[in-house]
Every structure is written in structure tokens, then in C-alpha cells.
């Protein structure tokens, strides 16, 4: 037997670990939108960032920062082992959760799997945590809400996920970054409070102490530290990925556009099927194919300074990527196709806009692509 202890905790520390799981769920969701990357490969780099940002300072920092908020008037240490371990755990479920979700944002199937591994991801790490926990005593544990932490990790993830890959705005996703973060403390605070801690020392004050043991204190200030470093870093590297992208966005849009075959003078359809004839042969898949050419549609249609509709986006990519599809074997690489098509359809922009009725236009576009107005 042994005495029950009654935590508190100090509301300005939740606070700070909300803080910082909201940072870091903001700069990983910026970071999982460019996973899946030109062709629909996935960039380990990006994957990486994100796991880092919401794994690393998200979920584990703001694990320990809300360990710091505890107060239990016992000493307190941790073994470094079972803290590590909850740290890979933590970056790799929620890399691997991101990555996936990332390469099909809105198929369901995807979004509900990845809401569960990233849910599961957070609960691994808190528990795992908390296996390393080292006190003058032991923890008893409410299985009940074990498992109602578990179902809120997964349920506002998944919602965090889904706001995060079906927004457009940087105001959207700081709002999802929040979700995250109630979706990261939400499950910590409820785990916490299916523990019971009882001391069974007649010394609780007494650190606990061994080879790969540090106490509560010396954790909680490399925690710190590395919370403050990898945020500045993390932070840095989006601000100067996102400032190119605005560059490039510019550029793009100051760029004179030549009009394509049948006269169709349409900024996203000219880039795209350019792409498309010069990509195409190196896919098996129709359907693989038709789904990078939707991202890769979007991608083009991310840096028009006023993006044209999704359905016009997507209607738009599936119509060019099933034409050149179905001829790509007669394409076969020979872009002089294009190029010839292109001289001659910048000469019948010239007729007026009597040409766009011609019947070649539409043939000359594929099936399903009509001209847009102006």
C-alpha cells in the first residue's frame, strides 16, 4: 500500500504546452503540402520536416512541457531510454501518417487511416512517456479512459487532417494547427488524468537516480532547448520556402502566356498539358496517372494570383490527362507535336473569335475540354 498523491498543475505551463503544440502542428501541416511533389513522388525531406514539427515539438515537447506543469511534491526523473524511443515513435508515426494522407488528401479511405495512425502515434508517444516516469512509487491506471483518450487522439486528428488538406488559406490551417493542438493536449490531459500516482517511500522527495536516468528538471531544460531550437529552425525554413513560392507565383504571373492548340489561351491548361506530354511515358497506371495530374493541376493552379474554381481545375486536368493518355503511344516523346500544334494555334488566335467554334478546336483539345471564357 501507499499514499495517493493529488496532482495540480500550473495553468500557465499548459498554456506554454499548447503553444508549442500548436507551433509545431502549424509549421508540419505547411510542410506536409509539399510531400507529394512534381509526378506525385513523395520528398522524405518534407515528410521528415513535418514529422519532426509535429512529432518532435507538436506531440513529444508538448508532452514533457505539460510534465513540467504537473506537481506532484515528489522527485521525479525519467529513464532516457523509454524517452527516446517515445521520441522516434512520435516522429515516425506521424511522418508516415502525413506522407500518406498527403498523396490522396481527399479519399476518405486515406484521410480515416491516417487519422488513426496519427491518433495512435500521439497515444504511443504519451504512454511510452509515461513508461519512463521514475518516482518513489507506482502508477495505477483507469483503462476507461485510457481508451477515451485514445478515440479523442483519433477523432481530432483526423478532423485536424481533414482541415488541413482541404483548405486553401493560411488563415484555415492556423485554425487546424489549433484543432491539432487540441487533438495532442485533449489526449494528454485526459491520459493524465487516468493515472493515479501512489507513493510508497516514507522519502518522496528523493530524486531517483542510475546510468541513463536524469531527473525531471535537467529533462525539462533540454526539452526546452531543443523545443526553442527546432521551432526557429523548422520556422526558418518554411518562411524562405514559402517567400520563393511567392516569388515564383509572380513570376508566373508576369510571364507572357503563348495560346495552345485551338486557340484556347488559358494559363492553367497550356503548363499542364506541356507537363502532360512530357511526363505521361513514364507511368503504367491510368488511374495513377489521371491523380497526379490532378495534383499536379492544382500545383500550376496554387500560383495564379486568382486560382481558377476546383471543379474547373480538376475537370480540366481529368479531360487532358485521359487525351493524352489514350495517345500517348502515338505522342511517344515527339514533342514536335506540340510545338507544331502550338505555331499554328498562335496564328488562328489571330482570325478573331470566330475561330474558338471551329470544329478542330475541341478535337485538338482531347474529349471533355472545352474552351474557358475569358
Not at 512541457?65 to 526523473?77: D, E, K, N, P, R
Not at 521520441?87 to 500518406?100: F, H, K
Not at 546510468?211 to 518562411?239: C, E, K, N, R, Y
Not at 490532378?294 to 485521359?322: C, H, M, S, W
Request: aromatic share 10%.
Amino acid at each position: 500500500m501507499g499514499t495517493l498523491l493529488t496532482p495540480s498543475y500550473s495553468v500557465p505551463l499548459v498554456a506554454l504546452s499548447y503553444c508549442i503544440s500548436v507551433a509545431g502542428s502549424f509549421i508540419a501541416l505547411l510542410a506536409a503540402r509539399r510531400i507529394v511533389g512534381p509526378g506525385g513522388r513523395i520528398g522524405l525531406y518534407h515528410a521528415a520536416t513535418a514529422g519532426l514539427a509535429l512529432g518532435g515539438v507538436g506531440v513529444w515537447a508538448m508532452h514533457f512541457i505539460g510534465m513540467l506543469a504537473l506537481q506532484l511534491h515528489v522527485g521525479v526523473s525519467y529513464s532516457m531510454f523509454e524517452t527516446l524511443i517515445s521520441l522516434v515513435a512520435a516522429v515516425v508515426t506521424t511522418a508516415i501518417a502525413l506522407a500518406y494522407v498527403a498523396a490522396a488528401p481527399r479519399r476518405i479511405v486515406r484521410l480515416l487511416v491516417a487519422g488513426f495512425l496519427l491518433g495512435m502515434g500521439i497515444v504511443a508517444m504519451h504512454y511510452l512517456g509515461m513508461l519512463g516516469m521514475r518516482f518513489g512509487g507506482f502508477i495505477g491506471w483507469s483503462y476507461f479512459i485510457i481508451g477515451l483518450s485514445m478515440l479523442i487522439a483519433v477523432v481530432v486528428a483526423t478532423v485536424a487532417l481533414w482541415l488541413s488538406f482541404n483548405t486553401r488559406t493560411l488563415a484555415v490551417r492556423a485554425l487546424a494547427a489549433c484543432v491539432m493542438g487540441g487533438a495532442v493536449c485533449s489526449m494528454h490531459y485526459t491520459g493524465m488524468a487516468a493515472a493515479s500516482f501512489i507513493c510508497t517511500t516514507t522519502t518522496p522527495q528523493a530524486i531517483p537516480s542510475g546510468p541513463t536516468i536524469v531527473s525531471g528538471l535537467q529533462l525539462h531544460g533540454w526539452v526546452l532547448m531543443f523545443t526553442m531550437a527546432a521551432l526557429f529552425l523548422l520556422a526558418l525554413d518554411q518562411f524562405v520556402r514559402y517567400t520563393a513560392d511567392v516569388s515564383t507565383r509572380r513570376t508566373i504571373k508576369q510571364r507572357p502566356m503563348n495560346c495552345l492548340s485551338g486557340g484556347h489561351i488559358d494559363e492553367l491548361f497550356a503548363p499542364l498539358r506541356l507537363w502532360a506530354y512530357h511526363t505521361v511515358q513514364s507511368h503504367e497506371s491510368e488511374e495513377r496517372w489521371l491523380t497526379i495530374a490532378q495534383y499536379q493541376a492544382a500545383a500550376i493552379n496554387a500560383g495564379f494570383i486568382k486560382p481558377l474554381p476546383f471543379k474547373e481545375v480538376r475537370d480540366t486536368a481529368k479531360a487532358t490527362a485521359r487525351w493524352v493518355w489514350k495517345h500517348r503511344h502515338e505522342l511517344g516523346g515527339r514533342h514536335e507535336v506540340l510545338d507544331g500544334t502550338d505555331d499554328h494555334a498562335a496564328k488562328r488566335t489571330q482570325s478573331g473569335a470566330a475561330s474558338k467554334n471551329h470544329p478542330r478546336h475541341k478535337q485538338s483539345m482531347g474529349p471533355g475540354v472545352t474552351s474557358r471564357p475569358r
